[in-house]
């Protein structure tokens, strides 16, 4: 059972819609992370958050807007997304932000824009 | 700009026999390395890391070494069986943020 939890698994909406991915980690850690993962493509960090604070946005449209109530919740909310943002949408936790340490993965939310 | 790579992007292996996989990196600061797994459906899963000043660390049948010289990372897998069938990914990390490359993705022959 991973330590990083992510729903829903699969989402499908379309370009008008609003929605919202979550994630929860179990693991006691202080640093959260959204990914997109594409085919053929490296993961490309989206979002940083340590400490509830947001440390790093990679030059990523507005259309996405992370959320991080406390150290065990991210959420990526989602609107009016274009089909190249179908992907697989990762979420990762680590002790923090700090190097020498390993980021632990969920399972991420496979996202096909209609 | 600086990336992680990986030399191969498929590597096909008998069941039973080693497995190398192999990734090369430029960023010369870059201080700690992770390979992960990623089977199908789920997210990257953590199997070994080494820091800088390591060259060589061995897990349950995993070793990785580390040739900085090269800017080379691997990642040797023994007695490769049927659910070591997956994505491989390196990952360098500098200033805390890990740089991933494309993936090597392994099938094990029967």
């Known amino acids: 059972e991973t330590g990083v939890t992510q729903t829903p698994r699969h989402l499908v909406m379309g370009m008008t819609n609003k929605k919202s991915l979550k994630c929860e980690q179990h693991l006691g850690h202080n640093a959260m992370y959204w990914y997109k993962q594409s085919a053929k493509k490296p993961l490309e960090l989206m979002f940083v958050?340590?400490?509830?604070?947001?440390?790093e946005n990679n030059s990523v449209p507005s259309r996405f807007s992370p959320e991080c109530p406390n150290s065990s919740h991210l959420f990526l909310h989602l609107h009016t997304l274009q089909p190249e943002d179908s992907a697989l949408y990762l979420c990762?936790?680590?002790?923090?932000?700090?190097?020498?340490?390993?980021?632990?993965f969920g399972d991420g939310t496979r996202l096909s824009i209609l | 700009g600086e990336s992680v790579g990986l030399h191969l992007p498929t590597l096909s292996v008998q069941e039973g026999d080693n497995s190398i996989i192999n990734c090369a990196y430029s960023?010369?600061?870059?201080?700690?390395f992770i390979w992960y797994k990623q089977e199908s459906g789920k997210g990257p899963q953590f199997i070994i890391d080494i820091r800088s000043n390591m060259d060589k660390r061995q897990g349950q049948r995993v070793t990785v070494l580390l040739n900085k010289t090269v800017k080379h990372l691997s990642l040797q897998i023994a007695a490769t069986q049927p659910g070591d069938s997956a994505v491989y990914f390196c990952a360098e990390m500098n200033d805390y943020k890990l740089s991933f490359g494309a993936g090597t993705t392994v099938t094990v022959r029967a």
């Open positions: 990762a936790s680590s002790l923090g932000r700090v190097s020498n340490q390993p980021q632990h």
């Open positions: 958050y340590n400490f509830k604070e947001q440390t």
């Open positions: 960023n010369s600061a870059s201080d700690y």
